[in-house]
């Protein structure tokens, strides 16, 4: 038997995870301001094991245009530069003996649009999981359908509602997209 509560809450879940892993996966876009959020997804190798940077140190933005890095245990200084300099995210961090400054240089017109291009495609990867989750929901009440656990109308109801719980998290996807690229084209 279908039982409707629990399958449209199964299925707003499986929506909202899908956002927010879309909404991490943004914040590797940097902008032209030094964000603490720059630095979430490097991991250090802090005696042997691969650790998230910020529970290495602290991170702060003293200023718009630099990120400071204060380890909690400065012998791992070495290592949390070679993490961030290897992260491919055009960082050069300055070591000065018990800091790491992180300048953020400005992004060129070029950059923040091949940025923005990456955005979209991102966006378009979340759009087609999202359209997936419809997909698997809609032959799920299609076989409650066949099985007779639901009537030809609830079939049809349900089908609605699957595609309007879509629609809304299309469009908060499309939001975020569009205040992200808003935030990567700003000079």
């Known amino acids: 038997m279908l039982e409707q509560e629990l399958f449209f809450t199964e299925l707003k879940e499986k929506f909202e995870k899908s956002l927010d892993a879309y909404k991490t996966e943004t914040t590797q876009y940097r902008t032209g301001k030094a964000s603490p959020k720059l630095l979430e997804n490097i991991f250090v190798d802090y005696y042997g094991v691969k650790t998230p940077l910020n529970q290495l ?3 702060s933005s003293p200023d718009p245009r630099l990120l400071l890095v204060q380890p909690f245990d ?4 070495k290592e949390i530069e070679g993490a961030i300099r290897n992260a491919n995210i055009g960082f050069n961090p300055i070591n000065d003996g018990s800091n790491i400054k992180v300048p953020v240089p400005s992004l060129t017109e070029e950059r923040r649009k091949e940025l923005v291009k990456q955005l979209s495609q991102l966006t378009e990867k979340y759009r087609v999981s ?5 997909r698997d929901a ?8 066949k099985n007779k656990e639901i009537t030809e109308d609830e079939e049809k109801k349900f089908s609605e509602k699957v595609q309007k719980e879509l629609n809304d998290f299309i469009k908060k996807l499309e939001d975020c997209a569009k205040a992200k690229e808003n935030d990567v084209m700003e000079i």
């Open 130 to 134: 999202m359209r997936n989750f419809r």
């Open 74 to 77: 400065r012998n791992v200084l």
């Open 138 to 145: 809609l032959a799920e009440i299609k076989q409650a359908q």
């Open 57 to 59: 140190a602290s991170i």
